[in-house]
């Protein structure tokens, strides 16, 4: 099954891009739309049949490649996997259902966001270093393209920009990957094969600066964040979507599935570094949402400042903080969805996203009264306020994290406050007040725009309320990463001390 969710969405693309016969852009739209769902409905039942109690790989699937190389086909999925697989069949759904009837060359689009999409699922499931970087790189050429082709006026300058950056990223991760398997000298790139925790420690903080680098650009984390806000500013709304949704999340699942799980002693002597930089991180992308009047700019600034609490609980490294780190990956994989989409109705039927032309959008009768009551839950949930998934990721991020660094976490609380104040001004200047002259005569929303936005709320809502069905899948192999972790560095402190 782990291959049919990566074989499905290749052979939809291949079979949209390279179909003998001319095909309307209204029937490539529906052939990925049904391989999406399927691939979708396939991943709702690896959820059903995955064992929650069981904290080690299942499902897995192995078969020799490269001997030369130690490279080898292996895929597993557990609880760290599984909640992002499930976001990232969810969102591409919704990023077809989201895109343009009428936009050029469509089937080369709906081919690309297939073909992202295999990248990203081979990723998650790849229990091979090597096996983890090709498909790493292999998500970067779809996503260029669409931003690229289908982007805005700056297209081409935020699409190089991107590759720029993911280059040099997985270029530091390379390069670390390498490094612990050769200087380990394991004989392989499996996963379940490398310890790396014999080698000195200097050589561990080496290759672990460099896999911090790496993933940290793909966050992005401060200061490598620039190409961010570029990319989302140019991106289509659904290729926004897929971008904040899921594709920030393999930097975040690479620090914990690589970083912290693979290099213990060195994640724990650089942990209150990785602390405060979490804490600049929160506070920057905060502080920089508050200075835009673009709407979509201010949402692409908030995903700097989310991101930034996931790295404040890996460094800390609890059970609940870690787990925290998860539901944060997955609570911020809805909401800024949520948001992406709703600045786009916006930007479809009044013309303009800036917070200086826009305003009074609640207007009943001629304004965008349902987008701008979806946006006041989605920027609720965004804030932190309680009864949605929001707030109890931020939480057990907080609670998690407190007790290991009280300061770091009482600073970054502050970021809390600030995406309550940004997200107040936008809803301040662009929805409530006089419908302004310029946004008069508004077309009308169909429920065809809606439905994508409703359905993301409705989990928002639902998982903040009960939290636990998303906690079940994860907590067992979170306290299993922990605690090996914990068991790790205590050896080596029993070495240093001569106990």
Sequence with gaps: MLSALMLLPLFGAALIGFWPAEISGKLSRRIALL???????????????????????????????????????????DGLSLPLLLLNGLLTGIAIYSSDESLQRPRFYYSLILLLNTGVTGAFLAQDLLLFFLFYELELIPLYLLIAIWGGVRRGYAATKFLIYTAVSGILILASFLGMVWLSGADSFELSSLNATTLPLATQLL?????????????????????????????????????????LKLGTYGLLRFGMNLLPEAWSYLAPWLATWAVIS????????????????????????????????????TPLSTLGAVMQMISHGLISPLLFL????????????????IKGLLNPERG???IGSLMVLGVMASA???????????FIVFRG????????????????????????ILMDRAFFGRLSAQVTNLPRVFWSDRIPAVIL???????????????????????????????????????????
């Design 35 to 77: 391989f999406s769902s399927i691939i979708f409905v396939l991943t709702v039942l690896l959820a059903i049949k995955f064992n929650p109690g069981e904290a080690s790989q299942q499902f897995t699937e192995f078969i020799p490649w490269i001997d030369s190389l130690g490279l080898n086909y292996s895929l597993g999925i």
């Design 207 to 247: 290759l672990l600066g460099g896999i911090l680098v790496g993933f940290g650009i793909k966050i992005p984390l401060f200061p490598f964040h620039t190409w961010l806000p570029d990319a989302h500013v140019e991106a289509s709304t659904p290729i926004s979507v897929l971008l904040a949704g899921v594709l």
């Design 282 to 317: 929160v506070l920057f992308g905060s502080s920089c949402a508050i200075a835009q009047t673009d709407m979509k700019k201010m949402v692409a600034y908030s995903s700097i400042g989310h991101m930034g609490y996931v790295l404040l609980a890996a460094a800390a490294a």
């Design 342 to 357: 709703l600045v786009g109705v916006v930007y479809k039927k009044a013309g303009s996203r800036d917070l200086d032309v």
């Design 368 to 370: 965008l009264p349902v």
């Design 384 to 394: 932190g306020v309680p009864g949605m998934v929001g707030f109890i990721s931020e």
């Design 401 to 424: 994290s407190y007790p290991v660094f009280p300061v770091q976490t009482l600073i970054s609380m502050i970021g809390t406050g600030l995406t309550a104040v940004y997200f107040l």
């Design 457 to 499: 709320a409705v989990l928002i809502v639902i998982l903040g309320i009960q939290p636990a069905w998303l906690v079940r899948w994860s907590e067992p192999t979170i306290t299993a990463m922990v605690d090996s972790q914990n068991a790790v560095t205590a050896v080596s402190l029993d070495i240093g001390t001569g106990d």
